[in-house]
């Protein structure tokens, strides 16, 4: 069981890990033994996470997000398989935290005439300086 949050747990039957060989350096320990872990969760097909929450992760564009919604860990930065089990599924529980907080609604706002007026200052005064460049060069040519 992966817990995620107080209120969201993640069954162990929906998480599918697979082990694979690590790639990088190892010695021979690395060609021996599959200690890199392949963690996939159905994101779409789950029946753990609310339907908002499911949501929410679907609609990021995350590259480990395939296009099936399944999402797929690979984990190889340690040198047991155990550590890498718990890497995978740290990531995957801080993936799915992301989807547990709604984001603030932007509220459409309108700039104030004070900003208005400094902003066509500053673009004046901008101006000013290009057009004292180009005076000067044509004066000496």
Known sequence: MLVVADRLRIPDEELVERFVRASGPGGQNVNKV???VELRFDVAG?????EAVRARLLARRDRR????GVF???AQRFRTQE??????????????????HVPKVRVA????????ER???EKKGRAQVK???????????
Do not use: Y
Not at 46 to 50: K, N, R, V
Not at 65 to 68: E, H, I, K, N, R
Not at 109 to 116: D, F, L, M, Q, Y
Not at 133 to 141: I, K, L, M, P, V
């Open 34 to 36: 599959a200690t890199a």
């Open 46 to 50: 789950s029946a753990a996470l609310p």
């Open 65 to 68: 997000l395939t296009d099936a």
């Open 72 to 74: 797929v860990v690979s």
């Open 83 to 100: 550590r890498n089990r718990e890497d995978a599924r740290a990531r995957l529980a801080a993936f799915i935290e992301t989807g547990l």
């Open 109 to 116: 706002t309108r700039p104030t005439r004070g900003a208005k």
């Open 119 to 121: 902003r066509l200052a």
């Open 131 to 141: 057009r004292g460049r180009t005076a000067s060069w044509s004066s000496e040519g």
